[in-house]
């Protein structure tokens, strides 16, 4: 992390296996990070509310309630940023946690690389926003003041609709959107169910940005569940 | 500007399906006459031939030209359906052939003489029936038609004409439909009878010429350009309310007509039946059931009269009570009736002014905010109320020798007595004995006691004896007052004894339906409902019953339940099927097929028919009004118990549905949870080793750490196949179909399984403008998936493996071939099989991989497909059906 303080950041990690919180502590502690552990979801809640933490690793499937349900309770006081672990085909378990306030997901086995990226981004979300309005990635730039997209260095004729789309994944770079998410910001809530309408425009988007729309790299995929704009500059 | 009123929703949903049931209905287009012989056949020729020019096609159901050479000129060019004959009584009839003309089912067809009578043997006994049925099956009718055969006008030609009118059709028949008027100026009409043009059976050559009288044509006229005037009038009600205009009519009314026995209550209904169509309300028909019962021909007319009511479109209410005027004021108020329609007394009746005047009197007095029209109606028989005949059945006659031998008793009792009593005493031993039998026989016996018993006294026992001479004063008043006491006691004890029969008939209705009830309420599951309503109902009715459900299939088809007692023969089925399907009665004592063995019941419940009753009495006699009623009440409860039953399974079974997909639900999660978990712990450690490889010194073995890492990937794989062959096998695949970008499914799979793929030459071909698809993406993903590792496993490396995508007339083609060795012959039927392995194939594979994109393909509609290509190589093609995506609105850039 850039702002490196003198305190390391606090991780509480959810999960009634233990050996996979061994598994995290190792990986996560390795990496700068301090760890706490819960092996129930009402221990998990317990635990956030006296040591309140950086950044919250959370299992769904749990002994003593649902994922989700900690989720909801964590969220009705606090806005900690929650990355939550799944099994691979439960698309509908990472959109109802998404749609519920978690901050991203990974998915079930994950290698520790992945989740060392998808816990940055939770904990770079959580900062105040910075106070440059550019936002630079890749040949991508974009001025959210003056609303002008620039590739290369030239400047790209985006549609309303385009912009305010790519405004919206510019804001949550690195974090992962679902569909509904996107479709009420850009479309309104009586969209959520127009799916053709976030294909298209995407297609449209990648066309305009990518540089081989063939292969995107800007804006990804997460099958199932919506997309992720990449945040590395 | 003012807005226009908008339609209230209700009013506007009945004129949508109204016009929606009259799109699948066919039309019904009438050519009304004043009379005959003014032209009805020859305009209703001409408009179908016209029709014929203007490109759609008429046929001819039945056409009578009468050998009128115009008419005939017309008919020639129209297809026509040759006739169906029938053999009655020697003659041989021809009558339209209805099967026929269902089975061509032309887009028109023309029926003749709306009102014709059908030969006996015909499926329905009016021809109007035919039609209805034709309408039903979505033809469309032209047909004829005089204005003297509408049932509700039929009494206004009477009274004009003074002919009786046999045929007519009920006015309900001619709901929503169109009419012509073919119309004649009198003096034409009669100048065309006068050259004999007008066709009249010669067995009505007699009445012709009052019936075509100057004075009757004209308000024969008048009466057919009113009718057609009030149906133009309802076209156009119907228009204003479709489109939101504000209804001008009054609404809310509610009438109400008295039926009885009377001759002249048929006129009644039908004057109200007009009355009621005139104000668009809804009308009742109230006969109310005094204590004394009715002979044998009052019964049948009140029947011909309720039946003629609801015919018309009444509601039918049956009451109890001493005082008709009484019974009609209480469901008037019940029902919330505005107006009442009675009657005009023919004359002045003594009795009245016992019960404190008239009907009518009463009515008018006690009717509060209810409005009363008194209707002078006459009657289609004498007026003079018959006096119940005598009749000398088995039961009357057993009366009658009770009486004679208990007045014969008392004689003796007497002759003993006298002795010992005056002879004035005697009369009062007489009497008692009058009392006490009237309360155990008839009335006729009681009666015939009184008469005989008062005679008898004066011959033997009154001075002089022996003649029927009386002296005294006081023994002629004494005479006269016996008499008159013992008729009064007779016919009052009568009168109580046929309350008490009117109140048990009553109460074994209500037993009945009660035991019914309970027995049903009994039953444990369908199977036993079913049979209990066989055996209730049989034993109920005195009947055969046979039950009859639709197959499962929902196709139509009927078949009875096996506890039926009734083992029905083909042609009562398919009468059953008849009841069925057009949620009418039918068979023995109704309209259609009155010569079935018997009496098929639709179980109608709400908007279905859930099955039909099907009733043959033991013995040859029809149901009468009482068991009619008793069954039709049966009826509409069993409708309700079965139906109700049925949706309790059909809920159960969902219930089990569900809860066996949430077991099934449970049982994946865990088993994924619990085999995953260990693996996410593998894969977790192998990757944090694996990331250490820069920073860590050099002796680390570090391609251990790679085989664990690549050994953990296809674990991983392995464990979802048999998740995901677990999903298929057990119908739990749901696929969530949304609109997907197919070349995003292809890039994201590609680049998922990139290292798998590495040894092999990939190329992707996605057709231009590929239209957006509903798919489940994520399935599609697994499919794609193991298509390109199955192609991967199967080939030497450097094949190449081509994926291509494109749309083909609604079908999305997705195909992955490859250029390797192909499939082997004897493996082709096989490859989508579970745990399927070609003989040839390479080790580590489990035979899965096919089988479940069979699976998820065909959970989205589509087909899966593998096969060798002329070329060399195995392609495999995956086709799911596709539907345009809705549009997009286009906008500018910023």
Same mark, same amino acid.
């Given at each position: 992390?850039?702002?490196?303080?003198?305190?390391?950041?606090?991780?509480?990690?959810?999960?009634?296996?233990?050996?996979?919180?061994?598994?995290?502590?190792?990986?996560?502690?390795?990496? @700068?990070?301090?760890?706490?552990?819960?092996?129930?979801?009402?221990?998990?809640?317990?635990?956030?509310?006296?040591?309140?933490?950086?950044?919250?690793?959370?299992?769904?499937?749990? =002994?003593?309630?649902?994922?989700?349900?900690?989720?909801?309770?964590?969220?009705?006081? #606090?806005?900690?940023?929650?990355?939550?672990?799944?099994?691979?085909?439960?698309?509908?378990?990472? %959109?109802?946690?998404?749609?519920?306030?978690?901050?991203?997901?990974?998915?079930?086995?994950?290698?520790?690389?992945?989740?060392?990226?998808?816990?940055?981004?939770?904990?770079?979300?959580?900062?105040?926003?910075?106070?440059?309005? %550019?936002?630079?990635?890749?040949?991508?730039?974009?001025?959210?003041?003056?609303?002008?997209?620039?590739?290369?260095?030239?400047?790209?004729?985006?549609?309303?609709?385009?912009?305010?789309?790519?405004?919206?994944?510019?804001?949550?770079?690195?974090?992962?959107?679902?569909?509904?998410?996107?479709?009420?910001?850009?479309?309104?809530?009586?969209?959520?169910?127009?799916?053709?309408?976030?294909?298209?425009?995407?297609?449209?988007?990648?066309?305009?940005?990518?540089?081989?729309?063939?292969?995107?790299?800007?804006?990804?995929?997460?099958?199932? /569940?919506?997309?992720?704009?990449?945040?590395?500059? | 500007?003012?807005?226009?009123?908008? =339609?209230?929703?209700?009013?506007?949903? +009945?004129?949508?399906?109204?016009?929606?049931?009259?799109?699948?209905?066919?039309?019904?287009?009438?050519?009304?006459?004043?009379?005959?012989?003014? !032209?009805?056949?020859?305009?209703?020729?001409?408009?179908?031939?016209?029709?014929?020019?203007?490109?759609?096609?008429? /046929?001819?159901?039945?056409?009578?030209?009468?050998?009128?050479?115009?008419?005939?000129?017309?008919?020639?060019?129209?297809?026509?359906?040759?006739?169906?004959?029938?053999?009655?009584?020697?003659?041989?009839?021809?009558?339209?052939?209805?099967?026929?003309?269902?089975?061509?089912?032309?887009?028109?067809?023309?029926?003749?003489?709306?009102?014709?009578?059908?030969?006996?043997?015909?499926?329905?006994?009016?021809?109007?029936?035919?039609?209805?049925?034709?309408?039903?099956?979505? %033809?469309?009718?032209?047909?004829?038609?005089?204005?003297?055969?509408?049932?509700?006008?039929?009494?206004?030609?009477?009274?004009?004409?003074?002919?009786?009118?046999?045929?007519?059709?009920?006015?309900?028949?001619?709901?929503? $439909?169109?009419?012509?008027?073919?119309?004649?100026?009198?003096?034409?009409?009669?100048?065309?009878?006068?050259?004999?043009?007008?066709?009249?059976?010669?067995?009505?050559?007699?009445?012709?010429?009052?019936?075509?009288?100057?004075?009757?044509?004209?308000?024969?006229?008048?009466?057919?350009?009113?009718?057609?005037?009030?149906?133009?009038?309802?076209?156009?009600?119907?228009?204003?309310?479709?489109?939101?205009?504000?209804?001008? &009519?009054?609404?809310?009314?509610?009438?109400?007509?008295?039926?009885?026995?009377?001759?002249?209550?048929?006129?009644?209904?039908?004057?109200?039946?007009?009355?009621? #169509?005139?104000?668009?309300?809804?009308?009742?028909?109230?006969?109310?059931?005094?204590?004394?019962?009715?002979?044998?021909?009052?019964?049948?007319?009140?029947?011909?009269?309720?039946?003629?009511?609801?015919?018309?479109?009444?509601? *039918?209410?049956?009451?109890?009570?001493?005082?008709?005027?009484?019974?009609?004021?209480?469901?008037?108020?019940?029902?919330?009736?505005?107006?009442?329609?009675?009657?005009? =007394?023919?004359?002045?009746?003594?009795?009245?002014?016992?019960?404190?005047?008239?009907?009518?009197?009463?009515?008018?007095?006690?009717?509060?905010?209810?409005?009363?029209?008194?209707?002078? $109606?006459?009657?289609?028989?004498?007026?003079?109320?018959?006096?119940?005949?005598?009749?000398?059945?088995?039961?009357?006659?057993?009366?009658?020798?009770?009486?004679?031998?208990?007045?014969?008793?008392?004689?003796?009792?007497?002759?003993?007595?006298?002795?010992?009593?005056?002879?004035?005493?005697?009369?009062?031993?007489?009497?008692?004995?009058?009392?006490?039998?009237?309360?155990?026989?008839?009335?006729?016996?009681?009666?015939?006691?009184?008469?005989?018993?008062?005679?008898?006294?004066?011959?033997?026992?009154?001075?002089?004896?022996?003649?029927?001479?009386?002296?005294?004063?006081?023994?002629?008043?004494?005479?006269?007052?016996?008499?008159?006491?013992?008729?009064?006691? !007779?016919?009052?004890?009568?009168?109580?004894?046929?309350?008490?029969?009117?109140?048990?008939?009553?109460?074994?209705?209500?037993?009945?339906?009660?035991?019914? +009830?309970?027995?049903?309420?009994?039953?444990?599951?369908?199977?036993?409902?079913?049979?209990? *309503?066989?055996?209730?109902?049989?034993?109920?009715?005195?009947?055969?019953?046979?039950?009859?459900?639709?197959?499962?299939?929902?196709?139509?088809?009927?078949?009875?339940?096996?506890?039926?007692?009734?083992?029905?023969?083909?042609?009562?089925?398919?009468?059953?099927? &008849?009841?069925?399907?057009?949620?009418?009665?039918?068979?023995?004592?109704?309209?259609?097929?009155?010569?079935?063995?018997?009496?098929?019941?639709?179980?109608?419940? !709400?908007?279905?028919?859930?099955? /039909?009753?099907?009733?043959?009495?033991?013995?040859?006699?029809?149901?009468?009004?009482?068991?009619?009623?008793?069954?039709?009440?049966?009826?509409?409860?069993?409708?309700?118990?079965?139906?109700?039953?049925?949706?309790?399974?059909?809920?159960?079974?969902?219930?089990?549905?569900?809860?066996?997909?949430?077991?099934?639900?449970?049982?994946?999660?865990? *088993?994924?949870?619990?085999?995953?978990?260990? %693996?996410? $712990?593998?894969?977790?450690?192998?990757?944090?080793?694996?990331?250490?490889?820069?920073?860590?010194?050099?002796?680390?073995?570090?391609?251990?750490?790679?085989?664990?890492?690549?050994?953990?990937?296809?674990?991983?794989?392995?464990?979802?196949?048999?998740?995901?062959?677990?999903?298929?096998?057990?119908?739990?695949?749901?696929?969530?179909?949304?609109?997907?970008?197919?070349?995003?499914?292809?890039?994201?799979?590609?680049?998922?399984?990139?290292?798998?793929?590495?040894?092999?030459?990939? $190329?992707?071909?996605?057709?231009?403008?590929?239209?957006?698809?509903?798919?489940?993406?994520?399935?599609?993903?697994?499919?794609?998936?193991?298509?390109?590792?199955?192609?991967?496993?199967?080939?030497?490396?450097?094949?190449?493996?081509?994926?291509?995508?494109?749309?083909?007339?609604?079908?999305?083609?997705?195909?992955?071939?490859?250029?390797?060795?192909?499939?082997?012959?004897?493996?082709?039927?096989? *490859?989508?099989?579970?745990?399927?392995?070609?003989?040839?194939?390479?080790?580590?594979?489990?035979?899965? @991989?096919?089988?479940?994109?069979? @699976?998820?393909?065909?959970?989205?509609? @589509?087909?899966?497909?593998?096969?060798?290509?002329?070329?060399?190589?195995?392609?495999?093609?995956?086709?799911?059906?596709?539907?345009?995506?809705?549009?997009?609105?286009?906008?500018? +850039?910023?």
């Amino acid at each position: 992390m850039s702002d490196t303080s003198a305190t390391k950041p606090n991780v509480l990690v959810i999960d009634d296996e233990l050996q996979i919180r061994r598994l995290l502590r190792a990986g996560l502690e390795g990496n @700068g990070y301090r760890v706490l552990e819960a092996s129930s979801g009402q221990e998990g809640i317990t635990q956030a509310a006296q040591h309140p933490p950086d950044v919250i690793i959370l299992d769904l499937g749990l =002994p003593d309630m649902d994922g989700i349900a900690v989720l909801k309770r964590l969220r009705e006081w #606090s806005r900690v940023p929650v990355v939550v672990l799944t099994v691979r085909d439960r698309e509908e378990d990472k %959109i109802l946690a998404l749609d519920n306030g978690a901050d991203d997901y990974v998915t079930k086995p994950f290698g520790t690389g992945e989740l060392l990226a998808r816990l940055r981004v939770a904990c770079r979300h959580a900062l105040p926003a910075t106070d440059s309005p %550019i936002f630079r990635t890749g040949d991508l730039e974009v001025d959210l003041t003056a609303r002008v997209v620039k590739l290369k260095g030239r400047e790209v004729k985006l549609t309303a609709t385009e912009y305010s789309l790519l405004r919206l994944f510019v804001q949550h770079a690195g974090k992962v959107l679902t569909h509904r998410q996107i479709l009420k910001e850009v479309w309104g809530p009586n969209y959520v169910e127009q799916t053709h309408y976030l294909r298209v425009y995407i297609a449209h988007l990648r066309e305009k940005l990518e540089a081989d729309p063939a292969h995107p790299r800007l804006i990804g995929t997460e099958p199932g /569940v919506g997309y992720r704009m990449q945040a590395e500059s | 500007m003012t807005e226009p009123e908008r =339609p209230n929703p209700d009013v506007l949903l +009945t004129a949508l399906q109204k016009e929606e049931a009259r799109q699948k209905h066919g039309k019904l287009k009438v050519f009304l006459g004043m009379a005959p012989g003014v !032209g009805k056949t020859y305009a209703m020729l001409e408009a179908a031939r016209r029709e014929l020019t203007a490109g759609r096609q008429a /046929v001819i159901g039945y056409v009578e030209t009468h050998g009128r050479k115009e008419t005939d000129a017309l008919t020639e060019g129209l297809e026509l359906i040759p006739r169906q004959t029938i053999e009655y009584r020697g003659m041989t009839l021809t009558e339209m052939d209805l099967d026929g003309t269902l089975a061509r089912h032309p887009r028109l067809v023309l029926v003749d003489e709306f009102a014709h009578t059908n030969a006996p043997g015909s499926r329905h006994p009016k021809r109007y029936q035919d039609v209805l049925e034709l309408l039903e099956a979505g %033809i469309d009718v032209f047909t004829t038609l005089n204005i003297q055969h509408v049932d509700s006008r039929a009494e206004a030609v009477r009274q004009i004409t003074g002919a009786t009118i046999r045929e007519t059709i009920p006015d309900t028949a001619l709901d929503g $439909a169109e009419f012509e008027l073919v119309d004649l100026p009198p003096e034409e009409l009669r100048a065309r009878l006068a050259a004999g043009k007008v066709y009249v059976p010669e067995s009505a050559r007699a009445a012709q010429e009052h019936f075509f009288r100057p004075g009757n044509l004209s308000a024969l006229r008048e009466l057919a350009l009113r009718f057609a005037a009030e149906h133009v009038g309802q076209d156009v009600l119907a228009y204003r309310q479709a489109q939101g205009i504000a209804d001008p &009519w009054k609404s809310g009314q509610r009438l109400l007509v008295g039926i009885s026995s009377s001759p002249t209550s048929a006129a009644l209904v039908r004057w109200t039946r007009r009355l009621a #169509s005139e104000l668009q309300a809804q009308w009742l028909g109230v006969y109310v059931e005094l204590p004394n019962p009715l002979n044998d021909d009052e019964q049948e007319r009140l029947n011909r009269h309720l039946a003629l009511a609801r015919e018309l479109g009444a509601q *039918i209410i049956h009451t109890s009570d001493a005082d008709v005027a009484k019974g009609l004021l209480r469901v008037a108020r019940e029902q919330n009736v505005t107006q009442l329609v009675v009657g005009k =007394p023919a004359g002045w009746r003594a009795l009245d002014l016992l019960r404190g005047g008239s009907l009518l009197n009463r009515l008018i007095r006690e009717s509060g905010h209810i409005d009363v029209h008194a209707v002078r $109606a006459e009657g289609e028989a004498p007026l003079f109320r018959r006096p119940s005949p005598v009749r000398f059945n088995a039961s009357n006659m057993r009366g009658y020798g009770i009486a004679l031998g208990v007045v014969a008793a008392v004689t003796a009792l007497n002759g003993v007595l006298q002795r010992w009593a005056g002879y004035q005493t005697l009369a009062l031993v007489y009497l008692l004995s009058v009392v006490v039998l009237a309360m155990f026989v008839a009335r006729g016996p009681t009666l015939a006691a009184a008469t005989l018993t008062a005679l008898l006294w004066d011959f033997l026992f009154v001075p002089p004896i022996f003649t029927f001479r009386i002296e005294s004063a006081t023994d002629l008043m004494f005479f006269c007052t016996y008499f008159v006491v013992a008729l009064a006691m !007779g016919h009052l004890a009568a009168r109580l004894r046929a309350q008490q029969a009117a109140e048990r008939r009553r109460e074994q209705h209500a037993t009945a339906m009660y035991l019914l +009830t309970r027995e049903l309420a009994q039953a444990t599951d369908f199977a036993d409902l079913l049979a209990i *309503i066989i055996r209730e109902v049989g034993k109920a009715a005195q009947a055969d019953v046979a039950l009859s459900l639709p197959d499962e299939n929902q196709d139509g088809s009927l078949s009875a339940y096996f506890t039926s007692t009734w083992a029905m023969a083909e042609k009562e089925q398919s009468v059953a099927a &008849w009841a069925f399907r057009r949620r009418q009665p039918a068979g023995r004592g109704t309209d259609t097929l009155p010569s079935a063995e018997g009496m098929h019941l639709p179980l109608v419940a !709400g908007e279905r028919v859930v099955g /039909v009753l099907s009733v043959r009495l033991r013995g040859e006699a029809a149901l009468d009004t009482n068991q009619r009623e008793l069954v039709d009440a049966f009826v509409r409860q069993i409708a309700l118990v079965v139906d109700r039953q049925r949706l309790r399974e059909a809920d159960q079974r969902a219930t089990m549905v569900e809860e066996s997909e949430r077991l099934s639900k449970t049982l994946l999660n865990s *088993i994924s949870h619990e085999i995953r978990t260990p %693996i996410a $712990a593998i894969n977790s450690a192998a990757s944090t080793l694996a990331a250490a490889r820069n920073s860590s010194p050099a002796q680390v073995p570090w391609s251990m750490v790679d085989e664990i890492l690549e050994a953990t990937g296809r674990l991983n794989r392995l464990v979802g196949n048999l998740l995901n062959i677990t999903r298929v096998e057990s119908g739990h695949v749901k696929p969530k179909l949304d609109w997907c970008d197919v070349a995003d499914l292809i890039q994201v799979t590609l680049k998922e399984i990139e290292k798998d793929m590495a040894h092999h030459q990939l $190329a992707v071909e996605v057709a231009q403008g590929l239209p957006l698809a509903r798919l489940d993406f994520v399935l599609m993903q697994q499919v794609l998936t193991n298509l390109l590792l199955n192609a991967a496993a199967h080939t030497p490396p450097g094949t190449r493996v081509q994926v291509r995508a494109a749309t083909r007339d609604e079908t999305l083609v997705l195909t992955v071939a490859d250029n390797g060795p192909g499939l082997p012959a004897e493996a082709l039927p096989h *490859i989508f099989d579970k745990f399927y392995r070609a003989p040839a194939a390479r080790a580590g594979g489990t035979g899965l @991989g096919l089988a479940i994109v069979k @699976g998820f393909v065909e959970a989205q509609g @589509g087909r899966v497909q593998g096969e060798n290509q002329p070329s060399g190589g195995a392609v495999f093609t995956v086709s799911l059906p596709v539907s345009k995506p809705p549009p997009i609105s286009p906008e500018g +850039t910023l």
